[in-house]
Structures are given as C-alpha cells and as structure tokens.
C-alpha cells in the first residue's frame, strides 16, 4: 500500500476511533458549564443578547458554537456534542499533519490518536463541550499555519493564523501565550517580517472588530468588559502562587491512571533525537509550544480538569512522537505501523480503565461518578415539569448556578445572573452584584423560584455578602409556598414531587443555612394576589 493510501486510511480511523469515544456520552445531561453556553445562546437565538440580558463571563465565541449546533442539529446536548466533535476533527488533523512534516507519517497518525484520547478522558472531563476543548482546533490548525510559512512565505498564512489565534481567543482568552508563540512562529519563518505582522495582525482584528462592534452597537460592550474582563481578572487574582502546585495536584492527579501510558510516551519524546528522527529546531519548537500551553492552563491557577484540554495539541505530538521513536527499535517493516498500533493500545488502555464510562451504564451512573452530588442528571426531569406548568413568559430565579435548568424548561432568567457564583464569592463587586439581583426580584418578582443548596452550585464562603440570601429568604417566606422537591435517590433517578408531600418534607427538613442538602431542587411558587 503507497505512503498516501496508509496515510488516509490511518486518517480514517482516527475519525472513527473520535466518533466511537463520544457516542456512550453524547446525550449525557449538560452539566453546569454546559448548561451557561445552551441557555445563552437559547435566549441569543430568541433575540435576547449575551452579556446585556444574562451575565456570564465566557467570551461570546463559544455562545456562538453553541447557537450555530443549535440552529443545525436542534437543542440537545447530542446536538452540540457531534458537531463539537466535528469540530475537533479539524484539529486533530492539524496535529496528524504536523506530526507527519516535523517527524513520519506514523507519528502524526499516532499524535491525532493520543489527542482523540485526551479529549475524550472522563479524567479531563471530555463529555462535557467547554471552550478549553473548542479552542484546540483553532489553536492546532494556527500552528500548522504557522509552520507553512517556511515553505510558502505567503503572507496569506499570517493572515490565517491571526485568524485562528482570534478564534481561539474569543472561545478562551488565557490562549494569549499559544496565539502568541505561533505569530512568533510565523514572522520566525517568514523572510520578510513586516508583511506577516501586518498580515496577522489584519487576520486577528478581522474578527475581534466585528465582534466588538456588534456587541457595542447592541447595548452590551460595557456588560461584556464588566464580565469577561473584569471580572475574570479579579476571579483569576483570588489563587496565591504558592496554591498553584497544590490545585495542580489535586487536578491532575485523576488522569495519571487512565493516561500513564499516553503521559510516558510524552516523555519519550526526546528519543526521537536519535538517529535524525526529529530535528532538535523541532523538538524544541514543539517544548516552547507545550510551555506556551501549560501557561494557558496555569492561568488563574485553579487547574480545572477541563484546563488542561488546552495543552491537548503539543502533548498529543509529543506522544506520537515519543512513540514513533520507540518503533524505530523494532524491525524495520514494521517501523510505519507501530506508533498508531501502539497509540490504539493507549485508546484501549484508557478505554478499559474507563468502562463506566464508556460502557452501557445509565446516564445518571456516570454523572454522579463524574460530579458526585452536582444535580445533573436531575435538571432535564425539574427543566420539563416547569415547562408544563409555567406560561412562557413566566421567569425564573434560580439560587444556585445550574442555569442548564432554565435551558431544559425554555424559560427566562428573572435576573441577568442566570448563576449566583458572581455574587457569592468574596470579589469585589459581589455586594453590589446582588444589590442589582435583588432589584431586579422586586421589580418584577419571578413567578418560580429554584432553590440549589448544594455547597458547589452555591460557592458561599464567608466573605460572601449576605444580602442576596437574606433578601431571597424573606421574600420566599412572604410571597411564595414551596409547590415540589426534587429529592436526591441513591440512583440518582429524578423524582419530582409535588403539593403536600413536598411542603411537609420542607417543613421538616429547610435547607436554609448550610443543613445538608437532601434535595437536588426546592422549588417555590409566587402565591396569587388576594
């Protein structure tokens, strides 16, 4: 079979290997993250605007992917996880084919099987669509791009990866320092520099601009800075540097049973230098890259198991590198096919030690593993009782931050800060946040209010201003009655109960005040005016 043939059909499996990871999980329920970006770009499509009419401190290139899942394939999660998936594909290609041109054909087969590993990992949270793992096929393709320049000195291919790198900002901006390294990259190459600067620079503004202009001729550039800016900054300064190695730990400590053997062929890399396999130039282009991505990952130093998604492209290359390497010990016919048949044992490995995952267990099973005590899998069963019990332009607060509940009953926040983390942790503009929420509350009360007294949806700590949950509290005693509970199971099965029954059970056991929560919702109901 010619190189090119192998090359495809190597290519081929890749694909199906991705689309066969992400079919046990692909319907999962969103989970809280998720469930921000479905219920923003739901309103977005329903004319509302992001950041003006609900508060939310992603950058609007992952509402937007959400939206155009939404406008293709309907509003599900399956829905957004194919076309997610879809979307990766294109940068795992882009890793493939700089494995193939810095090192073999077979590395670079091998790499985009590592990455379909990384990104598919219960251990880095791969069934959920943040905008750490849409970010990587912007961030993969601007390196290639980047690395093109060598060879066409088309200022075109600046323009490109400024392009990509502007994509990849407006999906996560912590991406600054990989964008960085690969226009550094570009102008690096490029025989005359000044063209390429110009170039990327036009390809990043042609994006940004747009984006800004529209917001701001929308009514939402100051609520955009406030919130993906501003706010970010002053949630990133929270970490001190000397925390960052213990979060490092605690994060990354899940993923070094499923993945040890991916993270040894990381560090086999180097062997590649033997025997001319890999230039040094470019195993040391391939380290500043991973650098440049483990800062991204670094940034804010929380290390959240979904971060390291961002790293996926060079530590993917460097394990198809690594692997590769090692086949060069064995004997020379089979040199082309060991790297991607030894990539396919790490995606065996991963998946045997992942069964629960990837088997045919209930979805519920696999969130509570995932997420422990995080009212997941209830939300979708809670989403669809208040849709058939509420009007549609009836609003709901929900006290918590599981906005994917408003997605599941198609109904409109009652405030702008469709989660409450904003406004309990300790930041500096939290009082005034639920000031603003109160406000909103009264002047026009919601006719449902979701009570989430789980520690990790509520995030109040003792620094957290007390106004927003003794405002809730008086305002719930006077105005409402509770109307059903969703209690917690040991299945995890969602049960709503209603009337009675659930005041009699809230009545004997209120959450209010730190009590342990028994109940994934509480849900309450504005009493009709006398």
């Not at 090692?326 to 065996?348: C, D, K, T, Y």
């Not at 058939?388 to 109904?411: C, K, M, N, T, W």
């Not at 009652?414 to 909103?440: C, D, G, K």
Request: include cysteine.
């Amino acid at each position: 079979m010619e190189r090119g043939a192998r090359t495809w059909l190597g290519w081929l499996g890749v694909a199906l290997l991705a689309l066969a990871l992400r079919a046990p999980v692909a319907d999962l329920p969103f989970e809280r993250d998720e469930g921000e970006y479905a219920y923003v770009a739901q309103r977005w499509l329903a004319g509302d605007v992001p950041y003006r009419d609900a508060f939310d401190q992603k950058p609007p290139g992952v509402f937007a992917f959400y939206a155009a899942a939404f406008a293709l394939g309907g509003e599900s999660p399956a829905a957004v996880r194919w076309a997610a998936q879809l979307w990766m594909l294109g940068g795992l290609a882009a890793v493939a084919a700089i494995g193939a041109r810095l090192a073999s054909p077979g590395a670079g087969v091998a790499a985009a099987i590592a990455g379909v590993v990384l990104t598919s990992d219960p251990s880095w949270l791969g069934n959920a669509i943040n905008t750490e793992q849409l970010a990587t096929t912007p961030l993969a393709a601007g390196a290639l791009a980047a690395l093109a320049v060598r060879t066409s000195q088309r200022a075109a291919l600046s323009f490109a990866v400024g392009a990509l790198g502007a994509t990849a900002l407006l999906m996560k901006p912590v991406t600054l320092p990989v964008v960085a390294f690969e226009i550094a990259t570009a102008l690096a190459l490029a025989q005359r520099r000044a063209p390429h600067f110009a170039a990327a620079l036009l390809g990043g503004l042609a994006l940004v601009v747009p984006t800004a202009l529209w917001f701001a001729a929308h009514g939402a550039w100051h609520e955009l800075l406030d919130a993906v800016v501003w706010n970010n900054l002053a949630y990133a300064g929270e970490t001190r540097l000397a925390d960052y190695p213990l979060y490092f730990a605690l994060q990354f400590r899940p993923s070094l049973a499923p993945l040890a053997p991916l993270y040894a062929a990381v560090l086999a890399a180097p062997l590649a230098l033997r025997g001319g396999a890999l230039a040094r130039g470019a195993l040391l282009w391939i380290l500043g890259w991973l650098a440049a991505s483990l800062l991204a990952v670094a940034a804010g130093g929380y290390f959240r198991q979904h971060y390291f998604a961002l790293a996926m492209p060079p530590l993917a290359l460097c394990a198809g590198v690594g692997l590769a390497a090692l086949a060069r010990l064995l004997p020379i016919r089979a040199r082309g096919i060991a790297a991607p048949l030894a990539a396919l044992a790490i995606a065996a490995w991963s998946v045997a030690a992942g069964w629960w995952y990837y088997g045919p267990a209930p979805a519920a099973a696999k969130l509570h593993r995932i997420y422990g005590s995080n009212p997941f899998p209830e939300a979708p069963a809670l989403g669809a009782w208040l849709a058939q019990r509420s009007a549609p332009d009836d609003r709901i607060f929900v006290y918590g931050s599981e906005p994917q509940l408003l997605f599941y009953a198609g109904r409109r926040s009652a405030s702008r800060y469709i989660f409450v983390y904003p406004l309990t942790m300790p930041l500096p503009a939290a009082a005034a946040r639920q000031r603003e929420t109160l406000a909103e509350l009264d002047a026009a009360p919601p006719r449902w209010v979701v009570g989430v007294f789980v520690r990790t949806s509520l995030l109040e700590q003792p620094g957290t201003p007390p106004a927003l949950a003794r405002g809730l509290r008086e305002r719930i005693e006077r105005d409402y009655e509770v109307a059903a509970v969703v209690p917690f199971t040991a299945e995890r099965s969602a049960r709503v109960l209603e009337g009675k029954p659930a005041r009699a059970m809230w009545a004997e056991r209120p959450l209010w005040d730190g009590a342990t929560p028994w109940a994934a919702f509480v849900v309450w109901e504005r009493r009709a005016p006398d």
